[in-house]
């Protein structure tokens, strides 16, 4: 296979990975692209040429996937869909050649994915494997392993399935080790299957998710926060109080003012909140006092009494979208910082909200859903359930809403909990603890869903262990396959 023949092959396989990620959906490509990528490299004996096809792969499925990134700063779509595609490079740079290298090759991608999903700037989780599988027969395997697990999962059968469509003579590839490693992934699936998935209390909380409605790809200088805040106002005002009825959740920030207290906001809400006979959960953004330059982003709970019984501050920020990493070298060479003139402040308490009788949720706050380990810390703080209030208002298109979307269900499936995702102007739902989404809302309309959740507890493997054994077992799956190849290429008989 000539040079051009092989890069236009990688390239396939990199839009079939993309094309499996929401909005687009079709998850068996991701298994299809990877094979392709294995087909592209797996008799190539230079570790330069290899790495580059691993780079035009990496970068067609992440440039496409992570395309929303256009709309935050076009500079920084072009360098982290390059970075990150380099990060596949260099896994494939740190693949063994050889017969192993159908194990070792799933080791090394997945370890570049953990580094990407954690570094630079606390993470870029979007666009991945696993996100392309919560509508998949795979999801479950994160009960065990999070979105690595699931990811090595994919590119096992992937690259096992390119040895097996694509054999090359010699001891470039084995069919028996790919079908070792098909049958490793299988049983992983298998035991997902019956693993530990968390239970119900008895309990269960009666919750309207408040979707206010408006358009997309508008900004809070298209849109006042007034008229967002009023939207929410309106849409809640069609709720009629009722004795079943425990909880009103509105979206991430949808109520911008200096401070919150003693705000008219503030005194509009808690009418609700009385009116009803139940709090209601709130996205607030507020200045930092004394200082111009830096804001929060909470969600606070504002119970029918008029007060502000809790609180959670954003943890993890959008890098380039709530706050500039860098900001005093990037402004001194010039660059356009205009649309983030401020940043947030980050968090620092558990992802947890108390309801006034005692009752404790989980919460991660829009980007935090990407991040399992987030849902994780809210559930191991005692969450019955997890609460993801975000605004995706600000894109156009869909893909970050239904990525975030499929992030609830693999957030959902990990803890084993029932996740309430509501938007401003979509996409709104809640998810069960098996991954289904009911109730999903449209883009930009006006909604209140409601949904009797069964409050959990319990924990999955998951949620016990965490990111660290999983990505232990990569880089001593790695280490041993490159022993193997070493070794195979010692022995007399191997030669």
Not at 133 to 140: E, I, K, L, Y
Not at 319 to 332: C, I
Request: charged share 15%.
């Amino acid at each position: 296979m000539t040079t051009p023949r092989r890069a236009l092959v990688a390239l396939a396989g990199g839009l079939g990975v993309a094309l499996a990620l929401p909005p687009w959906g079709w998850w068996p490509l991701a298994f299809a692209g990877v094979a392709l990528l294995e087909i592209a490299v797996s008799d190539v004996p230079s570790r330069r040429q290899r790495a580059a096809l691993a780079f035009v792969f990496a970068f067609a499925w992440l440039a496409m996937g992570m395309a929303w990134m256009w709309q935050l700063t076009v500079p920084g779509y072009v360098v982290a869909s390059a970075v990150f595609a380099a990060f596949h490079a260099a896994a494939e740079a740190a693949t063994p050649i050889g017969r192993w290298s159908t194990i070792g090759r799933p080791f090394a991608h997945t370890l570049v994915e953990a580094l990407r999903f954690s570094w630079p700037f606390g993470g870029v989780p979007l666009a991945s494997l696993g996100i392309a599988q919560a509508a998949g027969p795979f999801a479950g395997a994160v009960r065990i392993g999070g979105v690595v697990l699931l990811t090595w999962v994919v590119f096992q059968v992937g690259c096992a399935l390119g040895v097996l469509a694509h054999r090359f003579g010699g001891a470039i590839v084995d069919p028996r080790l790919a079908v070792a490693g098909l049958l490793a992934a299988t049983v992983v699936v298998g035991v997902s299957a019956i693993a530990p998935r968390g239970h119900g209390t008895g309990d269960s909380l009666d919750i309207a998710a408040v979707q206010g409605g408006g358009e997309q790809g508008t900004s809070a200088d298209d849109v006042p926060s007034a008229v967002v805040t009023q939207r929410h106002l309106e849409a809640t005002r069609s709720i009629e109080p009722d004795d079943d009825l425990d909880l009103v959740v509105w979206p991430e920030n949808v109520v911008d003012v200096v401070e919150l207290a003693g705000s008219p906001e503030f005194a509009a809400i808690a009418a609700e909140a009385r009116r009803l006979g139940v709090p209601i959960s709130v996205g607030v953004t507020e200045d930092v006092p004394g200082d111009d330059d830096r804001f929060t982003n909470a969600q606070v709970i504002i119970t029918p009494e008029g007060d502000v019984s809790s609180r959670y501050d954003k943890v993890r920020r959008v890098p380039f979208g709530e706050y500039v990493p860098l900001r005093g070298l990037l402004d001194a060479v010039g660059a356009p910082l205009d649309q983030v003139p401020h940043d947030a402040v980050a968090g620092t308490e558990p992802a947890v909200l108390d309801l006034p009788d005692g009752t404790r949720l989980g919460v991660v706050i829009s980007w935090e859903v990407f991040f399992g380990g987030r849902a994780r810390d809210g559930v191991r703080e005692g969450g019955a359930l997890v609460l993801n209030p975000t605004n995706g208002a600000s894109y156009s298109g869909t893909i970050v809403q239904t990525q975030q979307i499929a992030s609830s269900r693999l957030r959902a499936l990990e803890t084993g909990r029932w996740v309430v995702q509501v938007a401003p102007t979509g996409l709104s739902a809640f998810v069960t603890p098996d991954g289904d989404v009911l109730q999903r809302t449209a883009v930009s309309e006006r909604a209140v869903i409601r949904e009797t959740v069964e409050l959990r507890a319990g924990e999955t493997w998951y949620t016990r262990l965490g990111d660290g054994p999983i990505i232990a077992v990569m880089v001593v799956g790695l280490a041993a396959s490159w022993a193997l190849a070493i070794r195979g290429a010692r022995s007399p008989a191997r030669r």
